[in-house]
Structures are given as C-alpha cells and as structure tokens.
C-alpha cells in the first residue's frame, strides 16, 4: 500500500460501539469508513446514512468481498468475531476486532493463526493502551520514575438492570462481566505487570448463568501481585493504581479512558500530567491500525497478538472456575 494512501474501513456490526467509533475517523487523518455491514440491509442503510458512509451491505460477506476496502473494523457480539475475523483475513482484510477479541482461547488463536499464516494485519481495539495517559504513564514507568511495578489494582463496574433479553445477559452473545469489562482491568494488569503465573477468582452468577460480579487476584512467581474487580451489579470508580518501589501512579476513574495521571513519590507532592484523548479517544488505536497496514507490518507493538491471546486466556480461564464456558458461534453467515 502507498504510504499516502487513504486506508478504507468497512464498518461490520453497527451498534451502539460502532456508532461511537466512527464518528472518531474525523480525527484520524488518512483514514476514511466508506460502509457498513449488517445482517439486516436496513440496520446497515440507517447506520451508513447517519455517519456520512458511501454504501451499505446486508450480509458480512459482502463488505469482506469488497475490493476497495482495506481494513475491517468488526463490533458485533463476542462470540461471531472469530469467524468474521477469520473470513476476512482469508480475503487478505486487515482487522480491527473489539474486545474481546473472542469468545474463546480456541477461537482467539484461530484468527491469530489466519492473520499470520496469510500475512494480514490483525489486532483488538484495546484502545485503552493508546490513550495519551495510559502511554504517559507507561513512559514515566519505563524511565524508572516508580521503580520497580510490584502491584496494580484495577476495578470497572456498572450498575446494569437485570433483564435476561440484554447482551451483556445473554449467554450466547458472550454476556458476563468478564468479557465486557473483565478485558479491561485484565489487559491493563497484563500491560503493566506481564502474564500471571497463577490465578484466583471469586464471583457471582446472573440467573442466565453469565459473570454478574468477578474479583481476580493475579499471582506471578516473584511476588508481585494485581487485584482486580469487574461487576454488572454495581458502579465501581473505575480506578487504576500502578506501585512501584520509588512510588506509585494513579489514573483516575475511568481509568480505561483517562484524560490524566497523577504521580506519586514519597517526599513529594502529587505531580498531575494531563494527556487528553482526541475526539472521544479511539482514533488513537485508528490511527495505529492505519500507520501499521501502510507500512506492512501484520501486527501492533502496542497491542502485539500475544498480549492478546494472553489476555484471552486469563478470562476464559476466570471465566470457567466460575462455571461459565462461553461458545463461538458459527451460525453465523459470511
């Protein structure tokens, strides 16, 4: 691809996730979503007609087939990402998979070994570890300003009605709290701590048999620890705190998407750094699928594909010591 060419997004699940994430392009120079594809024609048409897209699919399978489009960016429910994902990139489609980036530790490694074994660039919309906060907070850390990272603590929470016709209840759609907001405080320990050695999990169950309430402690062989909660039955501040050995970093609520950082050292006061999002903070991780499919590079450094199959498998593995065992679904058409 010419290094200043327009990267050309399809649009695949437009809901409520998509409709925010579009409206970010503007901030994104260089790339462009042209259309939107869904299993219903009219739900597609509506979507495209409210954000500005060129044209609309009303099957995944031709937005895949498209030949003017570069990267799919794909929001429908957890469990049909893996077979959209795999499908596109069988097609030579670039993908942007929002998290989860699937159902299943089976599934997540099936995409990861299509975008390799085809050489197309693949990575989860984790945009999250592309704030300019987080990435501030991640610098200072690598310059020592905290020591050594020996501890985290992480909590995302929602007070969510019970209603089992919602998603986020529906144990077929990949409901739970754990992949709807468990990804996050598990990414963010994963990112500033690495993959846990061991794990520990306390929680409650939905009627429907979805998460309704986790708490995660993870472990790693030299001590250093994180402790982390995800609810659907409660609000939580949606705090994140980093300690280290010469001081700690806080990124206040909601820490997934923060506009600021505070850091801490003993002997000394608080100093803040602010880093505000563009827009409403995703064209960050647009900006570095679209920088990554120019240069041809087939993965992120930010979001590489083994963070996320680590990740993966932390929540699946939570997920069923609770006696949940989410499903691909490969019903779906494409």
């Given at each position: 691809?010419e290094?200043?060419?327009?990267v ?6 437009p809901g409520?996730i ?6 970010d392009?503007?901030y ?6 042209v259309a ?11 979507f495209?007609d ?5 044209r609309?699919?009303g099957?995944y399978a031709?937005i ?10 794909i ?9 959209i994902?795999?499908?596109?990139l069988?097609a030579g489609?670039?993908v ?5 980036f699937?159902a ?6 099936q ?19 592309f704030?300019p906060a987080?990435v501030a907070?991640?610098?200072l ?22 209603d ?7 144990p ?9 907001l ?9 990112y ?14 939905a ?5 309704w309430?986790?708490?995660?402690l ?21 705090a994140?705190r ?5 001081g700690?970093i ?14 801490h050292?003993p002997?000394a ?5 602010v ?11 647009l ?6 499919v120019r ?9 590489p594909?083994?963070d996320t199959?680590?990740v993966?498998?932390?929540?699946n593995d939570a ?14 058409e494409?």
């Amino acid at each position: 691809m010419e290094p200043d060419a327009d990267v050309r997004w399809g649009i695949v699940g437009p809901g409520r996730i998509a409709a925010k994430v579009v409206e970010d392009f503007t901030y994104a120079p260089g790339s462009v979503a042209v259309a939107a594809a869904s299993r219903s024609l009219d739900r597609a048409r509506a979507f495209g007609d409210a954000h500005g897209l060129e044209r609309a699919y009303g099957s995944y399978a031709e937005i895949i087939a498209a030949p003017d489009i570069d990267v799919l960016y794909i929001a429908t429910p957890h469990p049909q990402h893996k077979k959209i994902a795999v499908a596109a990139l069988q097609a030579g489609k670039a993908v942007l998979v929002e998290k989860t980036f699937a159902a299943t530790v089976t599934g997540a490694e099936q995409i990861v070994t299509t975008a390799q074994g085809n050489g197309v660039f693949a990575m989860e919309a984790m945009w999250t570890r592309f704030q300019p906060a987080v990435v501030a907070a991640r610098a200072l850390i690598e310059d020592g300003a905290i020591g050594e990272v020996r501890q985290l603590q992480a909590d995302l929470g929602v007070d969510r009605p019970y209603d089992e016709t919602d998603r986020l209840f529906d144990p077929a759609q990949g409901g739970g709290a754990l992949l709807d907001l468990g990804v996050y405080v598990v990414s963010i320990a994963h990112y500033f701590l690495g993959v846990p050695d061991r794990l520990e999990v306390t929680g409650s169950l939905a009627p429907t048999g979805v998460e309704w309430e986790v708490g995660l402690l993870l472990g790693y062989a030299d001590g250093r620890t994180a402790t982390l909660l995800g609810s659907l039955r409660h609000h939580t501040p949606g705090a994140c705190r980093i300690f280290g050995t010469k001081g700690w970093i806080e990124i206040p609520p909601r820490f997934h998407h923060p506009d600021r950082i505070v850091l801490h050292r003993p002997g000394a006061e608080p100093e803040e750094l602010v880093r505000p999002p563009q827009g409403a903070g995703y064209c960050h991780e647009l900006v570095e699928v679209a920088e990554c499919v120019r240069a041809g590079r087939t993965e992120s450094s930010v979001m590489p594909l083994a963070d996320t199959l680590a990740v993966q498998r932390t929540l699946n593995d939570a997920a069923e010591r609770l006696g949940v065992f989410h499903q691909e679904d490969d019903s779906v058409e494409v």
